[in-house]
């Protein structure tokens, strides 16, 4: 090992001893302030968050399509319907099976001029 001689001895020790006066000068310090140890996330922050109305739901009917499918039936109203669902849709509740009978025709008698 080389010998070395005092100014290349005080740049080998001088770093040290710089390291070791800032570690006693941080042993002395820092118990003295005040330091907040716990981060922000150890902290419970109360937030409060507006409630918001629940709109109500609307009840849409549901869009009905009836089929082409012919079964007559006959409302109490003497109307005849194409079928079951065509007579529901138009708000017909009592209907039988079958289109509605025809009602006879009579004809008009003539009335004839009087003679004289």
Do not use: D, H, R
């Amino acid at each position: 090992m080389n010998n070395l001689n005092g100014e290349e001895t005080l740049w080998v020790v001088l770093p040290i001893l710089l390291v070791v006066a800032i570690l006693v000068a941080s042993i002395i310090i820092l118990p003295k302030t005040q330091t907040n140890i716990g981060s922000k996330a150890a902290t419970p922050t109360m937030i409060i968050t507006p409630v918001l109305p629940t709109p109500t739901p609307t009840t849409v009917a549901p869009e009905v399509v009836c089929s082409s499918l012919y079964s007559p039936v006959c409302s109490q109203a003497g109307v005849t319907y194409p079928n079951e669902c065509e007579a529901n849709q138009a708000g017909v509740t009592a209907f039988t099976k079958g289109a509605c009978p025809k009602a006879k025709v009579t004809p008009t008698p003539k009335i004839l001029p009087a003679s004289n």
